[in-house]
């Protein structure tokens, strides 16, 4: 059994949070930057209210066993200032957030070695204040190895698929290759449906297509067929269906775009990989 601090409960860490209460056994605190009133989490088993501590002073933290970050991460630094009190000095530090980069992005306030990065695949959303609602089945990766191992066993009697990886790398850029054509909605403002689109279709796969070259030059195994898969995937979701991205931008909150396209874009840069698709929708949002 493990004291966990989950640092930004939204979508995923209230999710993450509903699985843990229902488990039972751990003893949870939530890190919130304001007040959570009650909070029921709509898991695929069925509705869970939270009864964990909350937070929302970091200088009320003490140290835990583990820190789940399940901020945004254009939300890293303002996570971080959970850090000095949570953690202490044998915290481990699971990082869930989507991209390539978790550890260099913390890498400012936490060594590596405390990291434990993870791609998490977690349909959830927030549609209200106290309403989280879990979209369906929970997958996450961690790099195999003792702090991965550790990490899987927090979830042991729950539901969540939560499997140790030799390639890991490979792992958060297939994920990425498939959020990469996650741009046109947020562009255009439009849900999944737009995908139907021929042309839609064909800068999908481009973007997707210079996501795989990236990656490859990064060193990620990544199979052929990957940009067709990705537009076949967008086009079977339902058509009201709104990614991050998008609803970030409709709501006028930052996005994630640098920690995405942006990325695709940087690390392009570093191997000489052009990304003109990814580095065109990458300058258009940011100016939005
Ligand atoms: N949602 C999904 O379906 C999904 C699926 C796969 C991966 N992901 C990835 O998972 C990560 C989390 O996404 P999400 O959808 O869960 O985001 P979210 O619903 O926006 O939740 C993020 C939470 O972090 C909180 N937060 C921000 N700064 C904070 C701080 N300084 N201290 C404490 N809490 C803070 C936010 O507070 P406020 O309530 O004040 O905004 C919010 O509750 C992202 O990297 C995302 O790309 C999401």
Known sequence: MATIAIIGPGAVGGVIAGWLTQRGGHTLTLCARRVLGKTVVELSSGPVTLTAGAL???????????????????????????????????????ILQNGVEHRERFAAWLAADRIVPVMVDCPAERPAPGRIVQRG?????????????????????????????????SAVWRKLCHNSAGVINALLLKPAGVFQDEAIGRLAREIVRECVAVARAEGAVIEEGVPEAVLAAYRAAPADSVNSLQADRAAGRPMEIDARNGAIVRFGRKHGVPTPCNETAAILLAAM
Not at 161 to 168: G, K, L, M, Q
């Open 56 to 94: 929302t002073d970091p200088a009320a933290a003490h140290p835990v066993d583990w820190v789940l970050v399940t901020t945004k991460a254009y939300d890293a630094a303002g996570a971080a200032a959970w850090f000095p009190g949570l953690v202490g000095p044998a915290t481990r530090v699971a």
């Open 137 to 169: 089945a929970i997958k996450m990766a961690v790099p195999q190895g003792e702090e991965g191992g550790r990490f899987v066993e927090l979830f042991a009697g729950t539901p969540l698929a939560v499997t140790p990886v030799a390639d890991f790398k």
